[in-house]
């Protein structure tokens, strides 16, 4: 599925065309994004469409794709469904950028008026992604198999029961009377030395 789509764009020129652009690239394509995934499968699914919105030279669109990320919890692989919509407002100085109003984002096109096509995509995914990926059920619980990387071994260990524990009413009380000052432990080591 190759497009005829250029390279580089002029989004002035497109703005004035009133142009539509559409197409697909491979994931793997992209390398900044590719470094930021487990796996650089798939292909991002992009729409572009150039007019003038009030006094916005606007770019407006959508990138879609479904990309591998590693989970920073487990460190398996998690999928992650991206479909975000693109709301750019063309500028070219930092003054034209501040004055720029919701929704729009500004591109900044100061050197040339040419920008390159798969930047504003691969940049539109890329803030579409989580800023820490990970699984949303308890995935951590799951992975104890030796080998593996286990972040906190102590407290996978059944959590409720030892809450439960320090829940009993009564053995706080009586074996440490005075638990609720900073000398408690000073406290219930007297207490200990007559027995
Ligand atoms: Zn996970």
């Given amino acids: 599925m190759t497009e005829s789509v250029p390279k580089f764009i002029d989004p002035f020129s497109l703005i004035k065309q009133q142009a539509k652009l559409q197409g697909t690239v491979p994931v793997a394509a992209l390398q900044r994004l590719s470094e930021s995934l487990m796996t650089p499968d798939g292909e991002v699914a992009w729409t572009l469409r150039f007019r003038r919105m009030g006094s916005v030279a606007a770019i407006t669109g959508n990138v879609a794709a479904t990309l591998t990320l590693q989970c920073q919890c487990c460190l398996e692989s998690l999928t992650w469904q991206v479909d975000a919509p693109i709301n750019l407002g063309v500028v070219s100085s930092l ?48 992975t104890s198999a030796p080998g593996n990387v286990r972040l906190h071994p102590a407290t996978d260990a059944r959590p409720a029961k030892s809450s439960a524990q320090r829940a009993v009413p009564g053995l706080d009380e009586d074996d440490e009377p005075g638990g609720k000052n900073p000398f408690g432990v000073l406290a219930a080591l007297r207490l200990k030395q007559p027995e």
Wanted: net charge negative; with cysteine.
């Fill in 95 to 142: 003054d034209e950028a501040n004055l720029l109003e919701e929704p729009y984002e500004p591109l900044l096109l100061t050197d040339s008026a040419q920008v390159c096509l798969l930047d504003i995509i691969e940049d539109e995914v890329i803030l579409a992604l989580p800023i820490i990926p990970q699984h949303a059920y308890a995935c951590r619980a799951q």
